[in-house]
């Protein structure tokens, strides 16, 4: 009889599952089919076809997929691969204190009768992919003008702080800080508008709000000092640039697809005012699926004059950039190496790039499925983020043990000696 198995049942999302399959005939051909409803009840699924060896067994981490979703030995590819059945959808995990449930089918290759396909299950199972490992602690923040979550590893720390700043979808995102605090770090989850009694809209970017938050954390008894780190993506990577600029706490800042010079809303320090860099409109391009991209919008003003980049020379904590270069929102790649230019120009060594062909602008946590196209608020028509499945797949895989990695070095003293 056909056994389906799956090791770990329950685990991070970041954590691979081992798949096998037992007991078939030798040499037939099976399909393996994941799906998923997120938080809107919104179906995720995945397929892909495999032969047994002669002994009737498949190996995800041995054997190649025959067609499906992807093809090749890819022992993840059933959950990076996952697609919405309503288009524009992206798997994003609001809620971390639950569970996705990806339920696992082995099934008859199925065939299509009158339109509708039909396929006996051999074998199924359900797997729990979490964002939160069951000991951490999450608090809700709200405190003097801040507001997120900080999740905190269990025991007395203390422990590397680092702040987690999303960008243009607004509202409290927590799965990566979550992640983050899953690995040993103490990290604060930061809203900064469409969240409680935030701006409903980001008209500008107040800094002292973030140094606020930084303060918050390196207060807290658990959190080991002097200095905290950020994660941060598209615009939340501009502001962590900023930060990271302007204030001598930040050790060490991850920018994912940013730009290194302010895009639409002014960022305003102590009086100061940064004005956003003019762009071009003509260059938004809207291309053959109704789709836009914006990364062209700057290659008059902020690809060619460096008197728009932000000064990031000034910064005296650690940059590590990662880079997609199949963005269709941003032109990370050249922003990056405009970025290093600097830094290299100044005669700093602070900083290290990895750059991802094939990846696109929203580089997630590892197995996370490709979101090429979503709605934001406030962006009519829909966005094309780019990206390419599987070397996507791979960016996300390789650049989370890297993030975690240059975070702990630069976050905790005695860790450079140790890498």
Known sequence: MAKLTAVPLSALVDEPVHIRVTGLAPLQVVCLQASLKDEKGILFSSQAFYRANEVGEVDLERDSSLGGDYMGVHPMGLFWSLKPEKLLSRLSKRDVTSPHKIHIKLCHPYFPVQGKVIS??????????????????????????????????????????????????????????????????????????????LPSQLEKVDLEYFEEGVEFLLRHPKVLGPGVGITSVCIGAEIGLSIAINLKQITATVLINGPNFVTSSPHVYRGQVNPPTP??????????????????????????????????????????????????????????????????????????????????????????????ASRIPYVIPSVHWGGEVIPHAAAQEHCWKEIQKFLKQHLIPDMSSQL
């Open 120 to 197: 006996s299950s051999l074998d199924s199972l359900i797997l729990e992919r979490w964002y939160v490992a069951p000991d951490i602690t999450r608090i809700q923040v709200k405190e003097g003008r801040i507001r997120g979550a900080l999740f905190l590893p269990p025991g007395e720390g203390p422990f590397p702080g680092v702040v987690d700043l999303f960008g243009g979808t607004g509202g409290l995102i927590e799965f990566r800080a979550s992640l983050l605090a899953s690995h040993g770090f103490a990290a604060l989850a930061l809203a900064y508008w469409g969240y409680d009694d």
């Open 279 to 372: 762009c071009n409109e003509e260059f938004v391009i809207t291309n053959a699926f109704g789709l836009v991209e914006f990364y062209r919008t700057y290659e008059e003003t902020a690809d060619k004059d460096s008197k728009y980049c932000l000064p990031i020379e000034k910064a005296q904590g650690h940059f590590l950039f990662v880079v997609g270069e199949d963005d269709k929102n941003l032109n990370s790649k050249v922003h990056a190496d405009q970025a290093t230019a600097q830094l290299m120009k100044s005669g700093k060594k602070n900083w290290t790039l990895l750059s991802y062909p094939g990846a696109g602008h929203l580089i997630e946590p590892p197995y996370s499925p490709l979101c090429r």
